[in-house]
Structures are given as C-alpha cells and as structure tokens.
C-alpha cells in the first residue's frame, strides 16, 4: 500500500508539473507570436515610409504581407526588393553605377536584432503577470 501511496503522489506531483510546464509553454509561444507580429509590422511601416523618403514610387514594390504563426513570421516581397539596395551591379561589361534606395537589408537586419533581443532578454516575470492578466480577462 506505501509504495501504491508514493507512486500515485509522484503520478500527481508529475502530472501537475507537467501543466504548469505546459501553461507556460503556451504563454511562451503567444510572447513571440507578439513579438514577431509587432517587429513584422514594424519592418512592413519602416519600409513604406523609406520609399515614400526616397520617391521610389515603383508599385510593384507595394506587394508585401505579412504572415505569423507560432514561431515564425513570413515576410513577402517582390524578389527585386532585394536588389534596390545595391549601389552598383557587376556586369560582363563592367560595374554599373545606379540609385539605391534603402529599402531592404538596412531594414531587414537592425529589426532582427531587435527580435533576437527581444525574445532573447524580453520575457521577464513582469511581461509573464501582463499576459496572465490580459488571458485572463
């Protein structure tokens, strides 16, 4: 009976751990689902008011979206949003000297520090009360 006693204690011990591993595991995933809607945002707004600085006004450019699911956000772009940062192309004739306009890398990488930041040092026990009392309500 001791051992039935003991075993049914750890069974319960575990099962209760393994909710509260669970709940914040959830609140975890819901954290970066914030976070990377918010800098996805933020990167989409950053790069509409650097074409609107630079008179770029090419309209292809404006076919981007944004996609987030648990633990990835999906950027889409024209794949020529790539190339307008570049001040020069190498061709079999030569290099060729063109207008750049900042709309990509610039953006693309400083907001990525912000995610690795953010993720990395953002979750704090003040951020975990936030989103219990807000799931709560």
């Known amino acids: 009976m001791f051992w039935l006693e003991l075993d049914l ?17 959830v609140l975890r995933k819901k954290f970066i689902k914030r976070v990377l809607t918010s800098e996805g945002q933020s990167i989409l ?3 509409k008011e650097r074409m609107n600085e630079s008179n770029f ?11 987030v699911t648990d ?3 999906t950027l889409t772009f024209v794949k020529l949003h790539r190339f307008v940062d570049m001040k020069s192309r190498k ?3 030569g290099v060729i000297k063109k207008e750049s ?5 610039r953006i693309i990488f400083g907001h990525l520090n912000n995610i ?3 993720i990395s040092f953002g979750y704090t026990d003040t951020v975990i009360e936030e989103m219990k009392r807000l799931e709560n309500n």
């Open 9 to 25: 204690y750890f069974i319960i011990m575990n099962l209760i751990e393994l909710r509260r591993d669970n709940a914040d595991h």
């Open 71 to 73: 633990f990835r956000a």
């Open 101 to 105: 306009y900042p709309i990509y890398n």
């Open 57 to 67: 006004t090419n309209p292809n450019f404006n076919k981007t979206s944004l996609e």
């Open 116 to 118: 690795i930041g953010e």
């Open 45 to 47: 707004q950053a790069q």
């Open 91 to 93: 061709t079999k004739n």
